[in-house]
């Protein structure tokens, strides 16, 4: 266990730079909320498992909650190539018989929008035509399709495309350096510390495509997914709505955890129009526990990470349906007022600081137009205490007191003075919300910017 080195920027006296993706609206200006195929379908998708994803959307009340793209990831298109006349790439017509044009048409007649995916690269990562050398095309072409959002992978990469070297951090067992999401390869070296990672090829081919957006004229939300490599927060606000800050997620604890401990070091990069991505959720799927899609969701909202529903929304459960609606965490996320993320404060378990996957950062805190969010997350197997000192939390007095919510519950809490002791079971997260103080005749709505 290591203390991470300063090859992070830490998360006091940042700029956050803005976006130059001009889509002349207010997409991306949140964090995308809705659904996308790939955590539940891998490449068994189809135009029916589209629309009735969509259709779940609205039937289980999850469009008026906020969530409004559908999104169709990878193996969508035929793979033997593209149309020898347009070079534009075919949808599978015995997967999308209506083309990719007609489930756009049925998605908006519901009030929602559609996301679609390729990769930076020569191919996806499923093996279909991808964009690079094709991204004038390509853009256009979903601009004419009326897709609202793409997905853009960092798959099958050419070598002339590819970077000399790598972005590394100390990881947690020795300090000899690696990805946050992965190890060093051997056959390229890390890149100086002065390297202007704006300048790379992995840089550059993602601005293509972002140019090739904006040319096409049709505003489209731009996610960047190369994996958190080449250190894509210092500039991938330049370039897209969101960025991915990791690799994949997948459905098992140590994941989430993984990714919440490197998503936590990159939160001063978040803020309106630009989102720093810990990926797809994956509540819901494979052997995660009640206690632990709460603590999941909770971080990924407050972290304003998009909120992309990842299961089959015909099978959920409404245990798991409740977590993805929960009001006070999307309120949160989606914050008209407030743009940026709720941060650590506290790191628990280890020293403040400190880079460690199994016991993340566990105390969060953030402000939003309805009051300061507190976070308590616990990482152990068994129930914990956790407490939420309110001279320790910021934007908060010590010995002050507040009117408090339990955001789980919506239940009021009344007045509570110091602090709050929560009972916390086995890898759930608390989660309150500190508005008014109490007292006197004045009461002042806590916002802290």
């Given at each position: ?8 920027v ?12 001009d889509?002349?609206?207010?997409i991306?200006?949140l ?23 969509a ?30 006349k ?8 015995d997967?999308?018989?209506d ?37 004038t ?47 060093c ?19 550059k ?17 731009y996610?960047l ?37 490197m ?18 959720l ?12 709460r ?37 949160f ?26 016991y ?8 939003s137009?309805n009051?300061i ?13 956790k ?11 010590a ?5 408090v ?20 079971l ?24």
């Amino acid at each position: 266990m290591t203390l991470l080195l300063s090859l992070l920027v830490p998360l006091v006296g940042l700029s956050r730079p803005s976006t130059a993706l001009d889509t002349g609206s207010d997409i991306g200006r949140l964090p995308a909320l809705g659904w996308n195929s790939w955590n539940a379908y891998h490449y068994d998708i189809s135009q029916s498992k589209i629309i009735t994803a969509a259709e779940k959307l609205v039937s289980l009340g999850l469009k008026d909650a906020g969530y409004e793209y559908v999104n169709i990831d990878d193996a969508w298109s035929v793979k033997d190539g593209r149309d020898p006349k347009t070079q534009r790439l075919v949808p599978d017509p015995d997967k999308f018989p209506d083309g990719i044009n007609g489930t756009a048409d049925k998605i908006h007649s519901m009030g929602l929008k559609l996301g679609i995916y390729s990769s930076a690269g020569t191919k996806t990562c499923a093996g279909y035509p991808a964009s690079i050398g094709y991204e004038t095309i390509d853009a256009q072409t979903w601009a004419d399709w009326g897709v609202d959002y793409l997905k853009y992978d960092n798959c099958n990469v050419p070598k002339n495309w590819s970077d000399t070297c790598d972005f590394c951090v100390p990881n947690n067992d020795n300090g000899s350096g690696n990805y946050p999401n992965g190890t060093c390869t051997d056959d390229r070296d890390f890149c100086p510390s002065d390297y202007d990672f704006s300048k790379s090829n992995t840089a550059k081919r993602y601005a293509i495509m972002r140019d090739a957006i904006e040319a096409a004229g049709r505003p489209m939300l731009y996610s960047l997914c190369e994996w958190g490599n080449m250190n894509v927060q210092t500039w991938g606000n330049e370039t897209a709505h969101s960025w991915r800050a990791t690799g994949d997620i997948g459905p098992t604890w140590t994941r989430v955890k993984d990714i919440l401990n490197m998503n936590s070091f990159f939160m001063n990069y978040v803020d309106f129009y630009g989102h720093s991505d810990a990926d797809m959720l994956e509540v819901g799927n494979g052997q995660l526990s009640y206690a632990q899609c709460r603590t999941h969701f909770a971080l990924w909202a407050a972290m304003k990470s998009p909120l992309l529903i990842g299961t089959p929304l015909d099978t959920i459960s409404s245990d798991m349906l409740g977590i993805l609606k929960n009001k006070y965490l999307l309120e949160f996320n989606q914050d008209p007022v407030v743009g940026g993320p709720a941060t650590p404060y506290k790191w628990g378990t280890n020293p403040d600081w400190t880079w460690n996957s199994s016991y993340p950062a566990e105390f969060w805190a953030g402000s939003s137009s309805n009051g300061i969010l507190v976070l308590m997350m616990n990482t152990y197997d068994e129930t914990k205490t956790k407490i939420a000192d309110w001279g320790e939390v910021p934007g908060l007095e010590a010995g002050a007191s507040y009117e408090v919510v339990d955001a789980w519950t919506g239940k009021s809490l009344g007045c509570q003075e110091d602090g709050v002791n929560a009972t916390v079971l086995a890898y759930d997260t608390a989660v309150l919300l500190v508005q008014d103080k109490c007292g006197g005749d004045e009461k002042s709505r806590l916002l802290l910017v």
